[in-house]
């Protein structure tokens, strides 16, 4: 299912909503086996999504240096 299909099914499932729904289709390699890799691809993905929206400022800031004291 390419994006434009994707779109047009959401919509129809949510007609209320249809107005404002949108879709964005990405692809990545998910490194997901060091620590907090997860959770640094979710922060990416909102912060795009949220700048999309003008809810941001700047950029997304980088990891704290002391990150790996966190585990």
Known sequence: MNGEELLARNRSL???QARWLDVSLQSTILEVFEPWAAEEIVYA?????????????GM???RPSDFESLI
């Open 60 to 62: 997304l800031g980088s």
């Open 45 to 57: 993905w909102l912060w795009k999504d949220l700048a999309r929206i003008d809810w941001t400022n």
């Open 14 to 16: 949510r007609p209320r």
